[in-house]
């Protein structure tokens, strides 16, 4: 049933997030390094900087899970209510 405030009431699958990036973290090393070994500096510096950003995501999505059922919720967590006032935009 779709009540209207799913953008605002959205949870997020965590644990698929985690293993994605653990998956795009292996990548970005491995491209790094074999980047850096062939001498493409540019492509390195990219995978790099990917790796980066890959690594401050996992530390969001882990700081989010150890925050419980809040943010990771189990199958014991009632959805959320939907809200009793709706702004409709023209």
Do not use: N
């Not at 390195?44 to 530390?59: E, K, M, N, R, S």
């Amino acid at each position: 049933m779709r009540t209207g405030s799913e953008p605002t009431t959205a949870r997020s699958a965590l644990r698929m997030r985690l293993w994605l990036s653990l998956w795009g973290l292996v990548w970005a090393i491995f491209g790094t390094a074999v980047f850096a070994l062939v001498g493409r500096p540019g492509w390195a510096a990219a995978c790099g900087a990917l790796w980066l950003v890959i690594t401050v995501d996992l530390a969001v999505i882990l700081k989010h899970i150890r925050q419980g059922p809040h943010f990771q919720p189990g199958p014991d967590v009632p959805p959320y209510r939907p809200p009793e006032h709706r702004h409709r935009y023209p």
